[in-house]
């Protein structure tokens, strides 16, 4: 398990310190996929960077397993990394290595043995489907291939954690889909814990289980992605998961009810029901809902009826149903 204890990163400036971190504390389970989302400069990276003190912290705790990497000497820091791997946006593989060596790089590092090293390169090169490419150079390689080499280095020397820092955003939507469906692969069968700094919204929803929102330094939000994205708290989350929603709420006359889908019921017409079962007629501002696992997750924004009776009718409805809402005015 992966615990940051009220964590503080400062950098130094003409102007006095700058805090990219402010107070942070965050548990991050075994197993879990776990995604940080957050605008750019809210300090993910710095985040990330602090889990295995590519960054040092400027005071607070990282605690891996239950040892806090602040208070190790520089020997053990380097024995508790090798149980961390790491992928990068821009790869950083070694272009004067082929594709095996790059592999095979963390392996000689750690005095791997030797007659081992082969068995095990291949074995990861498998794993990430790019068998035929071990004598290849990273120069030869497209994008995601070059990813899928990064994610098998992080792997060599079989890590419990793996930090994954934007490692799709210079991807494009189809290789995004087929790294992050190699990831999710990862964690189910080698129970790797996979950490995901992001701030596509869409690679959250598609292979986390839990997510933080980081926002001006701190920690705005955390739980389960299904909870916060169906119904974000803080407005630097609405901001980041719903942001059409916001705009059309803030359009338009009258009285607004915000429907809120988390899986809780079951997939029914909701709207076509109103007008059946109420007589009410409604307009949808907006809908963003998806079905996952045949349950609905999402939000819609009606406008309610002007007549009270009505528009009570409405909120009396979707109470038998079960439905969540909240007005927006």
Do not use: W
Not at 147 to 160: E, G, N, Y
Not at 174 to 196: F, R, Y
């Amino acid at each position: 398990m992966i615990q940051l204890l009220h964590l503080t990163k400062q950098y130094p400036s003409p102007a006095g310190p700058v805090a990219a971190l402010s107070d942070v504390t965050l548990t991050i389970p075994d197993g879990a996929i776990f995604g940080v989302i957050g605008l750019s400069g809210a300090g993910k990276s710095t985040l990330v960077r602090c889990i295995n003190l590519l960054e040092k912290p400027t005071s607070g705790q990282v605690l891996i397993d239950g040892e806090d990497l602040m208070k190790v000497k520089k020997r053990r820091l380097l024995e508790v990394r090798r149980s961390i791997g790491m992928i990068f946006q821009n790869f950083n593989l070694l272009e004067q290595r082929t594709v095996e060596d790059n592999v095979r790089f963390p392996l000689e590092i750690a005095r791997f043995d030797k007659e081992k090293r082969g068995e095990r390169v291949r074995e990861l090169l498998r794993l990430v489907g790019l068998s035929e490419k071990a004598k290849a150079y990273p120069s030869q390689l497209s994008g995601g291939q070059k990813q899928r080499v990064a994610i098998a280095r992080a792997l060599a020397t079989d890590p419990k954690y793996l930090l994954c820092d934007e490692a799709t955003s210079a991807l494009d939507p189809n290789t995004t889909a087929s790294i992050l469906a190699l990831l999710k692969e990862i964690n189910a069968s080698l129970g790797v814990t996979i950490v995901v700094i992001t701030h596509e919204m869409r690679v959250v929803e598609s292979i986390c289980t839990d997510v933080a929102v980081i926002g001006d330094s701190r920690i705005a939000e955390t739980g389960k992605v299904t909870e916060v994205f169906s119904d974000p708290k803080s407005e630097i989350a609405r901001e980041l998961i719903i942001p059409e929603l916001i705009r059309s709420v803030k359009s338009g006359g009258g009285n607004k009810l915000r429907l809120i889908f988390d899986g809780t019921v079951s997939d029914m017409p909701i709207i076509s029901a109103l007008a059946m079962d109420v007589g009410a007629a409604v307009n949808i501002l907006y809908a963003d809902t998806k079905n996952i696992d045949g349950m609905p997750f999402g939000h819609m924004v009606i406008t309610l009826p002007a007549e009270e009776e009505k528009a009570a009718a409405v909120k009396r409805y979707l109470s038998e149903k079960h439905v969540q809402y909240k007005e927006e005015i």
